[in-house]
């Protein structure tokens, strides 16, 4: 009796710990979740992926109004929206990405004057306008202090109304979108997959199916398996020394580019790639082999036409993981790719991933850690997505075989 | 014309240092039925596979001897082993469809072959698994997966897709014992109505089953053919006491 009471307390013990472990568990990536949300959450909104990274500047003058504005406030305009009928300019207040005080043009009238402005920065830049969604700096005047945007969007449509003319205004595009990472994230991945994909799967074809079982392949096979341990830094640093001049060599590019990042995540890749794949080409049963091969198949058809199909389930997941890794890759690509936000994106250019601009928001000063949650929680979503996408395609394909 | 298809002579084969067949010497007659019977691990199913030379697959598998088919000896090293699989089809233990549609099963081998032409293989697959007893069961669903269909009838499929390449021999191993009864005498009838034009090799462990379909059959043991006969003389008045032994059910 207290021998099977002692099994009893050492079982509920032993289950404790795995409940304690579980729990801890749950607990720890619940919290990092809840802090990436809670940190980014407030800025998720669709124009953070439309938008430039850079705003853009400009200091715009007028020579003389010829006619004031003659449209009233339009109707969907509401009660925050503080309206200059003779400048035809609606003003709002509203807080920017770092959670400064902000003024942000909500609407433009056709025939307002600003439409007709010229850039003072560059004289030959006629008929330059203001939009909706710009933010206004300030607006300075020949006879009065200028109106700037921490004295709020009333005073200044007031100013504006109480003068017939005004020396500059300084207004500026909506920067902090994070447009150039996301494409170039989708550059790279392409890029990436383009190089990787078709050479992994060959070689564990190569490896698993025609290869002899000798010491020579299953040398290459371990010296495979040992370069998926190999801290990416390191291969970050053979895409500098070797990638980048290459590029610059041969193509038009000056500097770190995405080409060279692609192809350096492709030799990172290339172990993960070559092992799943083998992976699943042993999985494949025996049985089909020799039904084929006994059909008179040889051993190319049967290869290609039984094996490579049976086992594409798997290969689909390690294409998945392939992309989960292209997507968090940031240590190799900061040597391989630059780390410079980039909005106009080009295969031979600097720019950088989601994951790399992480990083370079994080090193800024001061660190802007309100995007990097945000742009973390798109990093989390990509990753869903595509975990979801390829879930439902095994499992539809392996509905069609079973 | 000569009546043998296989003329096996002085056949010896070892994996690695293991001898699994001995000397083994056997006349495989035409549109015949011949069964290879024996307790596991006498060389018979690996005997089999030396016919189409699935034993070839084997790293560590080494042949002697000589296997005519037609009288040329398929272990010349200039014979071609994709026509000989081609004439010499082969249906497994385990049913083995190829997670493909039914149809594309069918069509496998001949399109291996070179053959694209729809019309072609259309009428290929419908006389294979007519000749299979099976076109009645599936003709609505030739787009379906075949991992859809019952063991027996996956079973009949392989033969379908066996017979399929027009193949003058079909070699059987062990073809219904993963059937139930009613799969299995689906099988035993089909091989019996497949006699006529086809000659077949078939290793069983049912002796019932050889005596039932067989018109000859081969005694093995430990490597050796023991005994080769009409089926009724070896089960009624067997030569050799190892032989008798093994059909009373005293060992094996």
Known sequence: ?402 | MNVDVFEIKNLDLYYGPLQALKDVNINIERNKVTALIGPSGCGKSTFLRCLNRMNDLIDVCKIEGEVLYREKNVYERTYDVISLRTKVGMVFQKPNPFPMSIYDNIAYGPRCQGIKSKTELDSIVETSLKKAALWDEVKDRLKNSAMGLSGGQQQRLCIARAIAMEPEVILMDEPTSALDPIATLKIEQLITELKKNYTIIIVTHSMQQAARISDNTAFFLTGELVEYDKTDLIFSTPKKIKTEEYITGRFG
Do not use: C
């Open chain 1, 1 to 402: 009796m207290s021998m099977s009471n002692k099994r009893k307390k050492i079982d509920n013990i032993l289950q404790g710990i795995t409940y304690l472990a579980a729990s801890v568990a749950v607990v720890t990536l619940s919290l990092i979740f809840i802090f990436v949300f809670r940190n980014g959450a407030g800025l998720v909104n669709f124009g953070l992926i439309t938008n430039d990274y850079h705003a853009k500047y400009y200091n715009g003058g007028i020579e003389e109004v010829v006619s004031f504005s003659q449209t009233s406030k339009p109707d969907f305009l509401g009660d925050d929206d503080f309206y200059s009928e003779k400048w035809g300019i609606a003003l709002s207040d509203d807080l920017n990405r770092e959670g400064k005080q902000i003024i942000v043009v909500s609407y433009v009238a056709k025939d307002s004057p600003l439409n007709n402005m010229y850039d003072r920065n560059n004289q030959d830049n006629q008929y330059f306008n203001i939009e909706e969604g710009n933010i206004v700096t300030s607006i300075s005047f020949f006879d009065k202090n200028s109106a700037l945007s921490m004295f709020g969007a009333k005073n200044m449509i007031d100013e504006l109304d109480n003068s017939d003319m005004f020396r500059e205004i300084i207004f500026s595009s909506l920067g902090g979108g994070i447009r150039g990472s996301l494409i170039t994230t989708l550059y790279v991945i392409g890029l990436t997959l383009l190089f990787a994909l078709p050479i992994g799967i060959f070689t564990a074809i190569y490896l698993n199916e025609f290869a002899k079982k000798n010491r020579v392949t299953n040398t290459i096979r371990s010296m495979i398996e040992m370069l998926t341990g190999v801290p990416s830094i390191i291969f970050g640093l053979m895409g500098l020394a070797v990638f980048v001049p290459l590029t610059v060599k041969y193509t038009p590019a000056d500097s770190a580019n995405l080409l060279s990042g692609s192809l350096t995540l492709a030799v990172i890749l290339l172990p993960v790639i070559i092992r799943s794949t083998e992976e699943s080409l042993k999985v494949v049963p025996d049985d089909f082999r020799f039904a084929s091969l006994a059909l008179g198949a040889n051993s190319t058809q049967t290869t290609f036409k039984v094996v490579l199909p049976s086992s594409l389930p798997g290969i689909l997941t390690a294409t998945l993981l392939a992309i989960g890794r292209i997507i968090g890759e940031s240590a190799a690509l900061i040597f391989a790719i630059g780390t410079a936000v980039k909005d106009d994106v080009s295969i031979f250019g600097k720019s950088t991933t989601l994951a790399v601009n992480i990083w370079s928001l994080m090193t800024d000063e001061p660190a802007n850690i309100e995007l990097a949650s945000t742009i973390a929680i798109i990093i989390l979503m990509i990753v869903l997505i595509l975990n979801v996408a390829v879930k439902l395609l095994s499992r539809n394909f392996i509905k069609r075989f079973e």
